[in-house]
């Protein structure tokens, strides 16, 4: 049976912990560490020149943070996916990387089995957040959607989302269900490249960074 492999970028400042995820990962048969970055810019340009298929994003790096640099990541290659590791926990640098387009997000105490699934899942189209920072980011969502809409901003929304068509408002739905990409792949009898490459029209048509993002937006429209 062909194994698939998982390219991985690590981008993290501190050598020992970088050098320490590298090994983990590379013991892994599904798993292939391409690169390592040891500051934001690096991540950025690596990730561009690499292609990985999940980048471990540490937060607090040199010349270029974490989140910015997931920022760029995600809107120049939407196929890369981005898991947070960090130590950083306060609500608004959690919420800040998932609005950059964080897919996972786990602190550095998180177990090594931990980790490794949470890459598979990334790869599955999946994302995963600690229950501890998925009580974080939707308490924040839940604050911002509950607060009154600025002028326009509902007629706007509404007159984006009309623009989805029929196919992209059933992925919408069960995006908004919790299915991954696979699940909503096997669902709809397409390939799950195709479900990604809808996901990415979905986010660009209501302008959202993530998948959670979409589905807090989404919500309040359907009241």
Do not use: W
Request: net charge neutral.
């Amino acid at each position: 049976m062909r194994i698939v492999t998982i390219r991985i970028l690590i981008a993290e400042d501190q050598p020992l912990v970088r050098r320490g995820a590298a090994h983990l990962l590379s013991l892994e048969p599904d798993m292939d560490v391409v690169g390592q970055a040891s500051n934001g810019v690096e991540a950025v340009e690596m990730a561009r020149a690499l292609q990985p298929d999940v980048v471990l994003m540490d937060l607090h790096m040199p010349v270029k943070g974490g989140v910015a640099a997931t920022r760029e990541i995600t809107q120049s290659q939407p196929a890369t996916q981005i898991l947070v590791l960090t130590t950083l926990d306060d609500d608004e640098t959690v919420f800040e990387a998932v609005r950059a387009g964080a897919q996972a997000y786990l602190l550095k105490d998180a177990d090594e089995d931990e980790l490794l699934e949470t890459v598979r899942a990334l790869k599955r189209g999946e994302s995963r957040l600690t229950p501890q920072i998925a009580r974080k980011v939707l308490d924040q969502f839940r604050r911002l959607t509950t607060a009154p809409p600025a002028p326009g901003q509902a007629a706007a929304r509404a007159a984006t989302r009309e623009s989805l068509n029929d196919k992209e408002e059933r992925i919408l739905q069960l995006i908004c269900e919790g299915m991954s990409n696979r699940q909503i792949a096997q669902a709809m009898f397409l390939a799950e490249g195709t479900i990604k490459n809808y996901v990415s029209r979905i986010m660009e048509k209501l302008h959202a960074n993530t998948r959670t993002e979409l589905a807090a937006l989404v919500r309040p429209m359907r009241k």
